[in-house]
T-cell receptor
Framework: EAGVAQSPRYKIIEKRQSVAFWCNPI?????LYWYQQILGQGPKLLIQ????????DSQLPKDRFSAERLKGVDSTLKIQPAKLEDSAVYLC?????????????FGPGTRLLVL | AQSVTQLGSHVSVSEGALVLLRCNYS??????LFWYVQYPNQGLQLLLK??????LVKGINGFEAEFKKSETSFHLTKPSAHMSDAAEYFC????????????FGKGTLLTVNP
């Protein structure tokens, strides 16, 4: 079974530029999560989707961050414009429906550096 | 609200020694608890989880953790450390009424000395 896929793996941009990250969850997983992991800290949830609907986006800085999950499969996270403090690893995770819905499976992450 | 505290941001052990990584949680309802491991430049891999069944949980790579409600703890142990165990370890908590949202601790970096 293929795992969670993310691209790109690394991205370097200058502040005020825009950037987008892509995530493809494990096949059949209904729930998709985006986390931000700043160096030296644990991951922090940005947004959670159930199929193509938003369940929780309370921690998403909506003035600059946006995310979508069209057709309930792939997802894109965008930052526009980026700030220096957005430098972090962006992790995508997915979880199944039913019996094991509490278990999240993580992708390799996208490492973003904002200069 | 829920939170996780990992005691010790860095733990160093000798190869073959006991590994003990500490995690305390706070939750208003019975929690689900997880340990994840992160190797350099990789995502998080699930080591083990507690979901209200047996309090002693066995995971991959010889790790286990014990849920102690009275101490609000979920410490991770391994009897004998291996060089390949060197990584960052994260404890996390979720609860069924919160859409299974994970709240992570700050992580503990484990180094294994030869």
């Amino acid at each position: 079974e293929a795992g969670v896929a993310q691209s790109p793996r690394y991205k370097i941009i200058e502040k005020r530029q825009s950037v987008a990250f892509w995530c493809n969850p494990i096949s059949g997983h209904a729930t998709l999560y985006w986390y931000q992991q700043i160096l030296g800290q644990g991951p922090k949830l940005l947004i959670q989707f159930q199929n193509n609907g938003v369940v929780d986006d309370s921690q998403l800085p909506k003035d600059r961050f946006s995310a979508e999950r069209l057709k309930g499969v792939d997802s894109t996270l965008k930052i526009q414009p980026a700030k220096l403090e957005d430098s972090a690893v962006y992790l995508c995770a997915s979880s199944p429906s039913g019996q094991y819905q509490e278990t999240q499976y993580f992708g390799p992450g996208t490492r973003l550096l904002v200069l | 609200a829920q939170s996780v505290t990992q005691l010790g941001s860095h733990v160093s052990v000798s190869e073959g020694a006991l590994v003990l990584l500490r995690c305390n949680y706070s939750s208003s309802v019975p929690p689900y608890l997880f340990w994840y491991v992160q190797y350099p430049n990789q995502g998080l891999q699930l080591l083990l989880k507690y979901t209200s069944a047996a309090t002693l949980v066995k995971g991959i790579n010889g790790f286990e953790a014990e849920f102690k409600k009275s101490e609000t703890s979920f410490h991770l142990t391994k009897p004998s450390a291996h060089m390949s165990d060197a990584a960052e370890y994260f404890c996390a908590v979720s609860r069924p009424g919160s859409n299974y949202k994970l709240t992570f601790g700050k992580g503990t970096l484990l180094t294994v000395n030869p």
